[in-house]
């Protein structure tokens, strides 16, 4: 299946059909996380980076593997901000064309690469978010067995195709407690996707929205 920012009851059928997938946290807290696909690259990355720090907050960077091995010290200077390292794919391939053994292998490899080059645990780095949010049922039964989490979304602005304004309008209309934002820090959409941040950021804090990285989110049906 794929997504896109859809409603939110959408995101709510969905994450109870697929309870091992997180789709959004806990909505009792006001607590987002906000999120970035596709790098890390040399001159989007840093610019990201940089209005995080600027609004004293942390995110969640589900990289790709190729990209990480060609600039381990982006994804260092990633963990050493403070932020989580998650994995995107090693290559930009949907997951259900990639045969098992091969997508193992290159989740391994990209969880390898991310552990030495910011000396961490393996086993501490398990989100991975499928390219194009594309998972089967058989996906998500692999990525299980094999320690991965599945994390996908509650709002995606499709910023790459759209003005700045709208996808600023689309992610203050969509924040709920418990969301999960996308945006993406390669492909040439680092200042476009800075200027966004350094919008929505004060506004979100304004509407009393606190900043969590996806490993710190919890769901409260699973308290229930």
């Known amino acids: 299946m794929t997504t896109s920012s859809l409603p939110h009851h959408f995101y709510h059928a969905m994450q109870r059909r697929y309870p091992a997938v997180l789709f959004y946290g806990d909505d009792s807290r006001r607590e987002i996380a906000l999120t970035f696909d596709d790098g890390p690259h040399l001159r989007d990355t840093p610019q990201v980076l940089d209005v995080l720090e600027k609004h004293g907050i942390s995110a969640t960077f589900f990289?790709?593997?190729?990209?990480?091995?060609?600039?381990?010290?982006?994804?260092?200077?990633?963990?050493?901000?403070?932020?989580?390292?998650?994995?995107?794919?090693?290559?930009?391939?949907?997951?259900?064309?990639?045969?098992?053994?091969?997508?193992?292998?290159?989740?391994?490899?990209?969880?390898?690469?991310?552990?030495?080059?910011?000396?961490?645990?393996?086993?501490?780095?398990?989100?991975?978010?499928?390219?194009?949010?594309?998972?089967?049922?058989?996906?998500?039964?692999?990525?299980?067995?094999?320690?991965?989490?599945?994390?996908?979304?509650?709002?995606i602005p499709q910023h790459w195709m759209q003005p700045m304004s709208w996808s600023v309008k689309q992610v203050l209309n969509e924040v709920i407690p418990g969301s999960v934002i996308v945006l993406h820090d390669g492909h040439g959409h680092g200042s476009k996707v800075a200027a966004i941040v350094d919008t929505i950021v004060p506004r979100l804090k304004a509407m009393g929205f606190n900043f969590i990285k996806i490993n710190a989110m919890e769901r409260n049906d699973l308290h229930g």
């Open 63 to 155: 990289v790709v593997g190729r990209y990480v091995e060609r600039h381990p010290n982006l994804a260092r200077r990633i963990h050493q901000s403070g932020h989580q390292l998650a994995i995107h794919c090693h290559r930009h391939i949907p997951f259900p064309m990639e045969n098992a053994s091969s997508l193992k292998r290159q989740l391994d490899r990209t969880r390898d690469t991310l552990a030495k080059a910011c000396d961490l645990s393996p086993a501490s780095i398990w989100d991975v978010r499928p390219p194009y949010g594309a998972f089967t049922a058989r996906t998500l039964s692999h990525l299980t067995n094999w320690g991965y989490r599945l994390v996908m979304w509650s709002s």
